[in-house]
Each structure stands twice: as structure tokens, then as C-alpha cells.
């Protein structure tokens, strides 16, 4: 069974500040995705960045990179120049590549993410 | 397009009603899931649909059954629930083909929120 930790509940920043959320989690499988979400107060799960286990290249995508380390199980999220559309919550996710296609997402406990204007 | 539908947006029904939740994607998706989510909780797994046979039920009570009519459609039929089943319903579709090299990222409908009284 895989499991995932975010050790963060809530964090605030100000407006334009860049912020890092954690994430570690834990597996015995060698193949699978890792994955940020977000969800804001209407509910809608976005995604936001994802990476799979096999590429050394850290994932990023415009104000948004992740630190992948596979050895230490970590992979956190940087929102860089953060804006109050970014408030939500975030959660990380974690999928095993079963290699017949589906298979369903582990995800963590969530981190509220709070922009200050 | 990335988009995925869900109907009703929100539901009010009694212990003794049976009504159902319907979810659609027009991506070509093969595979396609439900998951529940509590207040302030992530999302869990209850079912997978993998090229419209159902692969995975995740111990769920019989009170929910999950049918795939066609590869583009999701529906979860509900009946006799208890108010503890209140919570917000997630459908999401991904590619589900397995084929290598592709990420198999779920993306997620915008929920249906459901009331048990």
C-alpha cells in the first residue's frame, strides 16, 4: 500500500511571495506518477504539475516546479510569485504505472494554501 | 479539451429514495472513476472503470452501483444511503491505455454535491 504525507495543513503568504508546499510519501513500487492538485472553494480538482518517477528532470510548468527527489520519497511543490487565484487547497497524489492503464490515486491530507493581498 | 461533466450539481435526496449521479467525457478517454470526498478530507476511491468493465470496487456498500454504459459515460446509481453517505462526488476520466510513455492523468468533473437526509 502506498501512503502519502503532507505535513503542512495550512500555510499563508503574501501576494507575490513564493511559497514551497511538502509532500513525502512511501512505496515499494519503482513505477508511478506523482501528481499536484488543486482545489479551490468551488470545488473544480485541477491539476497542476506532474511527474513520473522514471525522469531525473524536475517537472515545471510556468510559476510552478516541483523538487523530486525519489530517493528521499520527497516531492514538494514551489509556486513562484504567488497571486491570490493560487489560494486553494493543494493536494498531492500519488499513482502506481500499472502498465494495464488504470489504477486510482492515493492522495495526502491536503494543504490549505492562503494568498494575503 | 480537458473537460469533464457531472450531473446533478447538487442532490437532496431521503434514506429511501434511489436517484443517480452521471458523469461524461468526450476525450476518448478509457478509463473512468469515482471517488468521495468529505468536508476538509481528500478524495477516495470507489470504483474504476477500465474500457467500460469495471476493475477495481474498492469494498464499496452495495448501497452504491457504479455502471459505464459506453466509453463516454459514467453513471452511479444510488439507493437506501444513509446520511452519513453525504459528501461530494468525484468523477474523473484518463487515458487508461497503458501505453508507454504516457502519463495516465486523471482529470476530474467539477462534482456533484449530495445531501442524505
Known amino acids: 500500500a502506498q501512503t502519502v504525507t503532507q505535513s503542512q495543513p495550512e500555510m499563508s503568504v503574501q501576494e507575490a511571495e513564493t511559497v514551497t508546499l511538502s509532500c513525502t510519501y512511501d512505496?515499494?513500487?519503482?513505477?508511478?506518477?506523482l501528481f499536484w492538485y488543486k482545489q479551490p472553494p468551488s470545488r473544480q480538482m485541477i491539476l497542476v504539475i506532474r511527474q513520473e518517477a522514471y525522469k531525473q528532470q524536475n517537472a515545471t510548468e510556468n510559476r510552478f516546479s516541483v523538487n523530486f527527489q525519489k530517493a528521499a520519497k520527497s516531492f514538494s511543490l514551489k509556486i513562484s510569485d504567488s497571486q491570490l487565484g493560487d489560494t486553494a487547497m493543494y493536494f498531492c497524489a500519488f499513482m502506481v504505472y500499472s502498465g494495464g492503464g488504470a489504477d486510482g490515486l492515493t492522495f495526502g491530507k491536503g494543504t490549505h494554501l492562503i494568498i494575503q493581498p | 479539451d480537458t473537460e469533464v461533466t457531472q450531473t446533478p450539481k447538487h442532490l437532496v435526496m431521503g434514506m429511501t429514495n434511489k436517484k443517480s449521479l452521471k458523469c461524461e467525457q468526450h476525450m476518448g478517454h478509457r478509463a473512468m472513476y469515482w471517488y468521495k470526498q468529505k468536508a476538509k478530507k481528500p478524495p477516495e476511491l470507489m470504483f474504476v472503470?477500465?474500457?467500460?468493465?469495471?476493475?477495481i470496487n474498492e469494498s464499496v456498500p452495495s448501497r452504491f452501483s457504479p455502471e459505464c454504459p459506453n466509453s463516454s459515460l459514467l453513471n452511479l446509481h444510488l439507493h437506501a444511503l444513509q446520511p452519513e453517505d453525504s459528501a461530494l462526488y468525484l468523477c474523473?476520466?484518463?487515458?487508461?491505455?497503458?501505453?508507454?510513455?504516457?502519463?495516465?492523468?486523471?482529470?476530474f468533473g467539477p462534482g456533484t454535491r449530495l445531501t442524505v437526509l
Open positions: 474523473a476520466s484518463s487515458h487508461g491505455t497503458g501505453l508507454s510513455g504516457r502519463t495516465d492523468t486523471q482529470y
Open positions: 472503470y477500465s474500457y467500460e468493465k469495471l476493475s
Open positions: 512505496t515499494s513500487e519503482n513505477n508511478y506518477y
